[in-house]
């Protein structure tokens, strides 16, 4: 069984930078996808990025330049760097994986029901 843990996260003030990472284990290949996700109180979770088994990263239009999600070295491995944070960014931060072949970079990667697998996710504070 796949297991997901965060690390990183924690507060900063506005402008500034975090990394959060994510690694899966319990599963002796690469996964096909790995994503982020975040929630907010009294908000819906939203999708942030994903990744590719091939380094293909794909972004929420919210963070697309200001976040770069890269593998780690390590396999099944990725980290988020979190660049000209906003208030807004506060959230819980949640690492998300997929085992089978999606074959798309559709709508579909944003979609949560898309992964199985979820961490407990790391708390990203931004304060004005």
């Known amino acids: 069984q796949i297991q997901l843990m965060e690390s990183g996260g924690g507060s900063v003030e506005s402008g500034g930078s975090l990394r959060v990472s994510c690694q899966a284990t319990?599963?002796?290949?690469?996964?096909?996808?790995m994503a982020w996700f975040r929630q907010s109180p009294g908000k819906e979770r939203e999708w942030v990025a994903t990744?590719?088994?091939?380094?293909?990263?794909r972004y929420a239009d919210a963070v697309k330049d200001r976040f770069r999600l890269s593998h780690g070295d390590v396999r099944n491995s990725m980290y988020l760097q979190l660049n000209g944070l906003k208030p807004e960014d506060t959230a819980i931060y949640y690492c998300?994986?997929?085992?089978?072949?999606?074959?798309?970079?559709?709508?579909?990667?944003?979609?949560?029901?898309?992964?199985?697998?979820w961490g407990p996710g790391t708390q990203v504070t931004v304060s004005s």
């Open positions: 319990g599963y002796r290949f690469s996964l096909d996808l």
């Open positions: 998300a994986a997929r085992t089978e072949y999606l074959g798309t970079y559709g709508p579909e990667i944003g979609s949560a029901s898309t992964y199985p697998s």
């Open positions: 990744v590719g088994r091939g380094g293909k990263a």
